[in-house]
């Protein structure tokens, strides 16, 4: 057994029958008191970075007590398991019916939703209901459904990748520039044909946080209806501003007020304040979700409708969110977004400020800006270098390249979340002025192998 293959013990646990190795990738033959084994595996995980000071992720790190007590007693509830979980699964109604009239759905009787193990699972939910709806159109009027397309920003997130690849839909990626830094409407003629099954707009650039104008989308896809009478629907991916815009953007029309927006996906993980392992996804009526992708389930004696791709999953996740919209209400997450959106804009007027950034977006949309190093600056040193300097301070703040056609440009990007307060803002600044004094003082080559930081989504 070489040495990389053994987990060491610690040995305030060198007792009797203790204290001995035990491999990383095979399990022993033997048990192990659970005190050891608990402290093995919470040893092992000190290792891993402090939550709190990761700006990379939009995933929630902090609960109050109360939602921990909650989640602790539910550990074992089972979401499918509608049967045995009733009310659990009458919350989960509860709670997208509340999305759906937060998202000013014309009906909140008439829509139906489901919650997801996170926005993954929903986009892919919301990408089958488009490309169904397309389809038996097309059968409809005897016409191929061997060809589905479905057009995005090239700024999309992963998941759109991932869900045109395992569905055999061809994406139609509409490239950012320095002029069209989002998908605007600009162009958009001449991606959409018969074999659109729908538009993809974001809510929060995964890249910058910025939004996608949905208006602005949707009025393009009118004049195309009008045009050549294609009637080609949108999805809104809101993965973290579905959360926010209804309560800092409250007249940003991108929600089901724009009859062209058929479906909503929110990650409750994001800015829904929840711990990881919830997303949602809502349909502005029963109508826009075929009835053929939705299975039942035994439920009190009755049926129960399902249509998520897992079939068991945490139930608790779900009770957290009713508890967060429960405890905060309107006001309570008006004033949590709004004290995040604090945070990023002074965080982003400052990073401004110094002459070696220029800031790609101000942090007014979502919590979540990025910035690049001005032109001519410096050749010395990158946004790579910066990265590596905060991250032996602790900080996570990755620098990355944007995607077609502006993948010569890297941007330093910071995700303001919810524990993220003015204190902690200044000592980052400090350590970023720190940093940059430093790089720009180093003498001598700089490494020429960089290290390039993964894309944090
Ligand atoms: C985070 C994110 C996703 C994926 O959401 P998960 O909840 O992590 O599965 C999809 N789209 C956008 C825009 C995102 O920011």
């Keep these: 057994m070489s040495a990389d293959h053994v987990v060491g013990v610690n040995p305030m646990f060198a007792r009797p029958g203790e204290a001995r190795a035990v491999e990383r990738f095979r399990m022993a033959l033997e048990s192990m008191l659970p005190e050891t084994a608990y402290q093995v595996v919470h040893d092992e995980v000190m290792l891993d970075g402090n939550a709190r000071l990761n700006l990379a992720t939009f995933v929630g790190t902090w609960m109050d007590d109360h939602a921990t007590r909650l989640y602790a007693e539910a550990f ?6 509608k049967d045995e979980y009733p009310q659990t699964a009458a919350i989960e ?27 993954s699972e929903a986009c892919m939910l919301g990408g089958l209901a488009l490309k169904r709806r397309w389809q038996q159109a097309r059968r409809a009027v005897g016409k191929p459904t061997d060809r589905p397309n479905l057009i995005m920003s090239s700024a999309v997130q992963v998941v759109w990748e991932k869900f045109c690849n395992y569905w055999d839909i061809e994406p139609r990626y509409v ?73 800092l953007q409250p007249d940003l029309e991108w929600d089901f007020r724009l009859p062209r927006v058929h479906s909503i996906n929110t990650s409750g993980h994001k800015y829904g304040l929840v711990y990881p392992g919830l997303g949602w996804v809502v349909w502005r009526s029963t109508d826009r979700l075929p009835e053929d992708l939705i299975f039942k389930v035994g439920y009190l004696g009755g049926d129960m409708p399902t249509f998520a791709l ?57 919590p979540v800006f990025a910035w690049r190093l001005t032109g001519g600056y410096t050749d010395r040193w990158t946004l790579y270098d910066l990265s590596d300097r905060l991250r032996m301070k602790g900080w996570q703040v990755p620098a990355y390249s944007l995607p077609d056609n502006l993948a010569d440009t890297t941007v330093q990007r910071i995700v303001v979340r919810n524990g993220l307060g003015m204190d902690l803002a200044r000592a980052l600044l400090d350590d970023i002025r720190d940093a940059v004094g430093y790089l720009d003082l180093l003498e001598g080559p700089l490494p020429a192998e960089r290290h390039v930081a993964g894309f944090h989504h």
């Design 76 to 81: 074992d509830k089972n979401m499918i398991d």
């Design 175 to 247: 490239p950012i520039s320095d002029e069209h830094q989002t998908l605007d409407g600009h162009d958009l003629a001449s991606y959409v044909d018969e074999n659109t099954i729908g538009v993809v707009a974001i809510l929060g650039v995964t890249y910058t946080g910025m939004y996608e104008p949905v208006a602005a989308i949707a009025a393009v896809l009118d004049t195309i209806q009008r045009d050549t009478g294609l009637d080609v629907p949108i999805h809104v991916d809101g993965a973290s501003g579905a959360m926010i815009a209804p309560f």
């Design 93 to 119: 109604t509860r709670c997208w019916r509340m999305l759906a009239d937060l998202w000013n759905a014309p009906d909140p009787e008439q829509t139906i939703g489901t919650s997801t193990v996170g926005s």
């Design 310 to 366: 897992n079939f068991s999953r945490p139930g608790a996740q779900v009770l957290l969110q009713y508890y967060q919209f429960l405890r905060l209400g309107r006001s309570g997450f008006h004033d949590v977004q709004k004290a995040s959106q604090g945070v990023a804009m002074y965080l982003a007027r400052a990073i401004g400020e110094m002459d070696a950034f220029e800031l790609w977006n101000d942090g007014s949309d979502i």
